[in-house]
């Protein structure tokens, strides 16, 4: 997703900052991002590497699409050091992530899911939610969700979509969210292409009233990863603006980058 979101901000005609924090192996490497060589820094580097980029390129915003391991390292390396981030990343725990950078004062929009349309249908069920508060109660919720096979934890669209469901009256424990993460049930069970076993989202949401007359069915399957890199964009270019402009507010998230009109297409 970095590579994506880096060719992303290329495309968009931003400057990308020729260093990326990457895991220790490969630090050292260039890539090539749209014609940008970008050199990974080791983690032991990476303060460093933030001194220099604060002189050569100000206002740089972070972005980050890293691990659920490593996840809280890394907000809280950006908190205390004051670094404008995006976290695309999920899982960790999210209630430190959304403490430490409040506290910190830094600005960050930290969002499970950047793709645009699919936040709206996010934005959708929490706006249901707040008006039916309930509405679903005493019906059944079942979730299955299909990621790529390197998918270290459950979808963080899945869990942030549940959480809107529970305050509709559904009782449902994360732990029941049912994870496909091989290849033949992908294809088989969840009709994903095979050509995006190694780059997927598809999810379904099944709500039953308890005899079984009524069913509803929410589903967003995403392809590729080109949604998530453009609305990445977004975000940086809206944080970027909020700083630019000294707001108050300085913790986002991607219903507000969407409520603000702040997406290019
Ligand atoms: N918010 C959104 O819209 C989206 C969120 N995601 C989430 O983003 C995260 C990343 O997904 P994805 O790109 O598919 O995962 P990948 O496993 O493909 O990439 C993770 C990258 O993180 C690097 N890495 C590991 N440790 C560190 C570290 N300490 N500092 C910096 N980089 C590190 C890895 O490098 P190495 O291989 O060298 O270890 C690897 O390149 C996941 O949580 C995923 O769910 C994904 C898509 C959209
Ligand atoms: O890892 C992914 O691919 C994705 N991760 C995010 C999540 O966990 O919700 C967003 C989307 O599902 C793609």
């Given at each position: ?18 260093f ?11 890539v ?15 303060l ?22 490593v ?6 390396f ?63 919720l ?5 990621h ?5 934890d459950?979808?963080?669209t899945?869990?942030?979509n ?20 091989e ?5 088989g ?7 995006a ?23 967003h ?45």
């Amino acid at each position: 997703m970095g590579h994506a979101a880096a060719e992303a901000a290329v495309r968009a005609g931003l400057t990308l900052v020729p260093f990326s924090y990457g895991g220790p192996t490969e630090s050292g490497r260039a890539v090539d991002v749209g014609g940008v060589q970008v050199t990974l820094v080791h983690p032991d580097e990476k303060l460093d590497v933030l001194h220099r980029v604060r002189e050569e390129y100000p206002g740089t915003v972070m972005v980050d699409y890293t691990l659920p391991s490593v996840v809280n390292g890394n907000a809280t390396f950006y908190s205390e050091n004051s670094v404008p981030f995006v976290m695309g990343t999920t899982g960790g725990d999210r209630d430190k992530i959304m403490r430490e950078a409040t506290e910190s004062g830094v600005y960050a929009v930290i969002a499970p899911n950047m793709g645009k349309q699919i936040v709206a249908l996010q934005t959708m069920l929490e706006l249901m939610a707040a008006q039916f508060p309930g509405c679903l109660s005493g019906y059944t919720l079942r979730v299955v969700e299909s990621h790529q096979a390197t998918k270290a934890d459950a979808s963080g669209t899945a869990i942030a979509n549940i959480h809107s469901f529970q305050r509709m009256g559904l009782e449902f424990d994360l732990s029941n969210i049912e994870l496909v993460r091989e290849a033949a049930e992908q294809i088989g069970r969840m009709q994903v292409p095979e050509d995006a076993l190694n780059g997927h989202a598809f999810h379904t949401y099944t709500v039953t009233s308890p005899d079984g007359s009524v069913t509803l069915e929410f589903k967003h399957n995403v392809v590729g990863r080109r949604v998530y890199a453009e609305g990445t964009v977004d975000a940086a270019l809206f944080l970027a603006s909020k700083i630019g402009e000294g707001a108050e507010k300085r913790l986002y998230n991607m219903v507000d980058v969407l409520s603000g009109g702040n997406m290019r297409s």
